[in-house]
Structures are given as C-alpha cells and as structure tokens.
C-alpha cells in the first residue's frame, strides 16, 4: 500500500532554507509573506497490504533513516 | 492565512534522492519497499485573508519560484 510520510522541522527549531524561500519570495515582489518553512514529504509504496502493520514499519522508518527525531517531527497518511 | 505546498517530481521523472532512500531502507533491513519518491512541503504563512487570493498568490509563487513545472507538479492546499 502507499503511504505518504510528512516530515517537518520542529517548531522553534531555526529553518534557514525557509528563510531562504521567504527573501527569494520578497526579491521577486511577493509582500505579506510572513513566513515560510520547509519540509520533507516522503511518498512509500509498500509491498505490505495491512495498514495497521505498513503504518507501523513506516514509523520504525521514521525513528531510524527518514526524521532525525532530535529536530524533526514526522507524519504518516495513507494515500 | 496559511498554506501548504507540496512539490513532487512528474511521474516518469527520475528521482535518484528516493532511489537513495530505497536503498538505505533495504540496507536497514526494511523489505517489501517498491517505491520511494521524495517531494518538498512548504509551509506558507501569508498577510492575505482572503483564501481565493492566498492560493491564487501560492500558484504564482509555484510557477515563479518554488517548482520547476518542467519536471514538478505542485498542489497548494489551506491549513
């Protein structure tokens, strides 16, 4: 089954290509962007059918390569 | 308001990063993975109230800076 996983910075921890995104926006003219964060999303196609279990491996996913769970925050999402 | 951008690769795209994580998956012992593809979010807070000019804004921001519409598709959704 596929699965879509979201991984986004915490909140408060410093996102510098965001502010990045955020001055590019200003350089090209866009006002009234008060602020921009950027984060990951991660589309998994599982050979695994059972939600429960996919969901699952794609936590342990998450805890071990796919969110550095110091500074990141994750989501997963059936599609 | 706030808004969220979800930037993928156009199916038939290579995505050599999604390769990569496939791969250390498998080396992590994750089996069954068919398919990893790998897109950005973004996370906008714009000044604009109005949610028909927020995402009308978000789809020029899209096409000017944040997605390469050669290769990306983008989705704009309200938080």
């Known amino acids: ?5 979201y991984v986004t910075l915490k909140s408060g921890v410093l996102d510098p290509q965001g502010e990045a995104v955020r001055h590019a926006l200003a350089a090209l003219g866009f006002d009234g962007v ?3 964060r950027q984060g990951k999303m991660i589309e998994l196609d599982l050979a695994e059918q059972d ?3 996919a969901v699952s491996m794609a936590e342990d996913m998450c805890e071990k390569l796919l969110a ?5 925050s994750y989501r997963i999402e059936p599609v």
């Open 51 to 53: 939600a429960t279990k």
């Open 68 to 72: 550095n769970t110091v500074i990141e």
């Open 34 to 36: 008060n602020s921009v």
């Open 1 to 5: 089954m596929k699965l879509r996983v």
